[in-house]
């Protein structure tokens, strides 16, 4: 290495002296380095509102996943989903909670909140592997909706379902 001046170049039949072009310094294109990263937010739909007992399948959250500042696609490995039930609602109120791509399509994993105390915040891990493969391609975001099924003997209450924790691998 060095700058152009700094090299004697020399024929090796003639040996004759050879002057380099060009004869400046040559600057290679600048590479940005980035890794793999994601944002999440909560998408303003479906909105607040009043669902019914016995409802299957309602539908509770939708995540963005955004990873246009990611250097390559994300892999998602896990997703923590949390409950926040009222002082007049248990988690256990909701069951079969399952998440959906933003085509409609269902992962296979079902769960099933456990905490039957009021006003008690309980989480479900979904786990991605196998099949159930979550990316999100570097320079895209990608919506996921948690939907579940409300008991039919569901306390008067609100429930405040969020994504609790996410993990990734670049």
């Known amino acids: ?32 380095v980035k890794a793999g990263s994601i944002a999440t937010y909560t998408a303003s739909t479906p909105v607040a509102q009043t669902l019914v007992k016995g409802t299957t399948q309602a539908h509770f959250a939708t995540f963005i996943l955004d990873a246009t500042g ?41 769960g099933n909140f456990d905490q039957s105390t009021d006003a008690t915040v309980d989480t479900l891990s979904y786990n991605f592997s196998g099949d159930d493969r979550l990316v999100i391609p570097k320079g895209e975001t990608v919506l996921v909706h948690v939907m579940a099924d409300i008991s039919a003997s569901a306390g008067d209450g609100t429930h405040v379902v969020d994504l609790s924790t996410i993990t990734l691998m670049g």
């Open 1 to 32: 290495t060095g700058t152009a001046a700094s090299f004697l170049v020399t024929g090796t039949v003639t040996g004759d002296s050879i002057t380099e072009l060009p004869a400046s310094d040559v600057s290679a294109n600048v590479q940005t």
């Open 70 to 110: 990611s250097g390559e696609d994300v892999r998602v490995t896990q997703m923590v989903i949390a409950d926040t039930p009222t002082a007049t609602a248990a988690a256990n109120e909701l069951s079969n909670v399952q998440i959906y791509d933003e085509d409609g399509n269902a992962f296979s994993m079902v």
